[in-house]
């Protein structure tokens, strides 16, 4: 929330990025890895490598991960958000067990770029903060 408020400070963009990977939940989905927590980490690193180091990467309950985007545009959000889905969809196809498992459901928020802006974004950090 105080990347938002710098934000709104300074004008500069802020984006988030929040993916639900929570319905791989069982380790009979998984192939390669015996253990659903071995899975997690390396889809884990798999963001950390896809992300720059001023950007926030942090877990909220069980399979869902936010991306705090510092200086990112929607437009830069989104190419990202597109790029790390399909990176992600990739290490799903080569490690799970059902098509069903290779989606990634992903809910951006920007700001400044739309009406009530921060709003929007506080709602959504908000949100993750309750565990929605």
């Not at 192939?31 to 884990?44: G, H, P, R, V």
């Not at 990176?87 to 067990?97: A, D, G, P, V």
Request: hydrophobic content about 35%.
């Amino acid at each position: 929330m105080e990347e938002v408020r710098r934000a709104k400070r300074y004008p500069t963009f802020v984006s988030l990025v929040t993916l639900d990977m929570s319905h791989i939940d069982s380790p009979g989905e998984l192939e390669n890895f015996s253990d659903l927590t071995k899975f997690q980490d390396a889809l884990k690193q798999l963001i950390v490598d896809s992300i720059r180091e001023t950007d926030l990467i942090s877990s909220f309950g069980p399979g869902r991960i936010s991306i705090l985007l510092i200086e990112t545009s929607k437009e830069g959000a989104r190419a990202f958000s597109r790029r790390l889905k399909k990176s992600i969809k990739y290490f799903l196809c080569n490690n799970t067990r059902s098509p069903l498992n290779w989606r990634v459901p992903a809910k951006e928020s920007f700001f400044p770029d739309f009406k009530n802006e921060e709003e929007s974004i506080m709602a959504a950090l908000n949100d993750l903060g309750n565990g929605q």
